[in-house]
């Protein structure tokens, strides 16, 4: 199911042009009016393809005055000739994702759950957390998901990870655990539109890579979501094509 309408709005954002990126959290931008500020960037990846200097870039601004950074950086536009918004604030994620499930908007797991609940601990010392857990009637089995921000993209291929990751690595390996006794899913918020397929980054981390595919076969539902990220605000498109 894709919806028309925006899942998610933005606050009102304000237009810049990326100066450069450094120390993975801090971004300076040139505002149009001329002003250059340092925006917070909540992304801790490599953002590979999304810190070209001179692109243009969306911040929003905090009207909290305990802030040490009032902007926060939202999304870049990549391309030249038909350019894309890509979001990278990893914050926004989770909390369109949890959007989408309680209006049922996901139709490969709509009519399984009627709760949605959030950073659930699991395991048996109860030091892991997983981002939803889905849950119905007696006879539903409850749906755990783990949700995983895209940005990287090559030749229209949405791809995870873009840089080696532990935590990754972690996710899918409770998530196979898990599939032993109820349902598992790994579900990738594809940040950009200009992506109808979907796959693993294995050239980026190798082992990621291996355990994907092992997820595949022990049960793991894999579900790339495609997202259209626009100034307004985030509609969701539906899926993406994996290509194993």
Known sequence: MTTDTFLYRYPPLISGILK??????LADIELETGELITAHCANTGPMLGLCEVGSHVMVSKSDNPKRK???????IAVG????????????????IIKLALQQQLISELASQYSQVKSEVKFGHDGKSRVDFVLTGDEFQPPIYVEVKNTTLAENGV??????????GQKHLQELMALSKQTKAVMLYFISREDCETFGVGK???????DLFHQAINK???????????????????????IIL
């Open 158 to 167: 949405a791809l995870f990870p873009d840089t080696e990751t532990t935590r």
């Open 203 to 209: 050239q980026y981390d190798s082992t990621y890579g």
């Open 20 to 25: 450069k990126r450094y120390k993975r959290f």
């Open 69 to 75: 950074l009032g902007y926060t950086w939202e999304m």
């Open 80 to 95: 030249k000739n038909n350019p894309v918004w890509v979001g990278i604030n990893t914050a926004l994620p989770n909390r």
């Open 219 to 241: 049960g793991v539902k894999i579900l790339p979501c495609r997202f259209q990220v626009l100034p307004e605000g985030v509609k969701y498109l539906g899926m993406a094509k």
